[in-house]
């Protein structure tokens, strides 16, 4: 009854700004992002990035409520460079390091292995290779037949 309509909670509105930037006066080199439209997913990649980054003191979000499609996310640097630099450095990378993870997935379940051709890194592993043990009644570990089989 309360939750809003599907589409307001990722489509922006006519005028509505996707990031809201509010420089902090109290603390020194500080700033708040209002990231519109967006949840924890995007909110905690963003913060662990930008944690990550040398010049960045302090990085943290918070979604004021869940009926609410927006977060904040309070950036403070050692000076070096502005928050809304590290914020974009931290996207940079981000997205690079999505990047090459959709590349990695995209090369690991290629069709090439579901055609059955020759098995890739990590397919057909015998019970030497088999991480967990040998399993049940020393069968190799992708041998057994489970749920996603049938």
């Known amino acids: 009854m309360n939750a809003p309509n599907r589409y307001e909670l990722f489509v922006l509105e006519d005028g509505e700004k996707a990031l809201e930037v509010t420089e902090d006066t109290k603390i020194p080199n500080a700033a708040t992002f209002k990231v519109v439209k967006q949840d924890h997913t995007l909110g905690n990649m963003l913060r662990a990035q930008l944690l990550s980054e040398p010049n960045v003191l302090f990085a943290g979000y918070k979604a004021p409520h869940p009926l609410h499609p927006h977060f904040l996310l309070k950036v403070q640097t050692d000076g070096s460079i502005t ?32 055609d059955g051709g020759p098995p890739g890194p990590g397919m057909g592993m015998g019970v030497a ?10 069968a190799a570990w992708g041998t057994q037949r489970d749920y996603l089989d049938f």
């Open 129 to 138: 290779d088999d991480p967990y043990g040998s399993g049940s009644g020393g």
């Open 83 to 114: 928050p809304a630099a590290a914020l974009e450095a931290a996207c940079t990378r981000l997205i690079a390091t999505i990047s090459a993870l959709e590349g990695r997935f995209k090369r690991e379940f290629s069709f090439k292995d579901v």
